[in-house]
């Protein structure tokens, strides 16, 4: 007896009428625009400018990154399940 048929794995369908839409990247927008997120993401491009513009460097902007990265998550996090079907 095959595996597949004695599970069967529920069908979803996206109903056709509506358009679906990520309620995450809205969200992600929508914090970006708050000022200490801005001030993160304006420190990562400062770093990712200055690294950028060297030929000869080990300096990386993995930490500017992850706590622009981090504080944008922790924002989206308060309302996106919420948000949720």
Known sequence: MAFASLF??????ADDEEELVDPQAALREKCQSKGHI???????????????????TTETCMEELFDYVAELDHCVAHSLFSKLK
Do not use: F, W
């Not at 801005?38 to 000869?56: A, P, T």
């Open 38 to 56: 801005e001030s993160l993401y304006n420190k990562y491009q400062e770093c990712n400018d200055r690294v950028n513009g060297r030929s000869k």
């Open 8 to 13: 069967s794995m529920p069908v979803v369908k």
